[in-house]
């Protein structure tokens, strides 16, 4: 019995987009590469946008005055949650700013270490990485030694 190769379906990555297809022979970062990767960042700081933009609406229109102190510390407690959240979010954004940043100065996908190719599938898992898997990796173990 011979094995039928199955059909490849079409995947949708962690950011909701269709994953680049790699053509042989293309060059790195390439314009088409360049604007996959930008269209990933401007969806992706859109999405967060729109979260700061529910935030500020939620708490604006979930602030009371609790007369209970349970009730109040209790909403404090889930602004205070929220407002961390959307700090990190925040940190997220200037980050993709840095990387539209370097996609317009075609310098993305290079390690900011020792400057080889990232490679398209690991920017595409994570779009804002700055350095190849081995730097990286060492970077971590380096860390953990540290701490």
Known sequence: MV????????????????????KKGEEYMNEKQ????????NAWKGDL?????????????EAANFPDPTDRA?????????????????KLIK?????????DSHDYGF????????????LEARPTATLCIDCKTLDEIREKQMS
């Not at 209790?74 to 925040?90: A, G, H, K």
């Open 3 to 22: 094995a039928k190769k199955r059909p490849e379906k079409e995947l949708s990555g962690p950011f909701g987009f269709t994953p680049y297809k790699i």
């Open 34 to 41: 360049e604007d996959h990767f930008r269209s990933i960042m």
């Open 49 to 61: 946008m729109e979260e700061v933009d529910r935030t500020v609406h939620h708490m604006q229109d």
């Open 74 to 90: 209790s909403q404090e407690s889930e602004f205070s949650l929220e407002l961390r959240t959307r700090d990190r979010e925040r």
């Open 95 to 103: 980050k993709i700013d840095d990387t539209l940043g370097l996609i």
């Open 111 to 122: 390690c900011e270490s020792c400057g080889v190719e990232i490679g398209i599938r690991r």
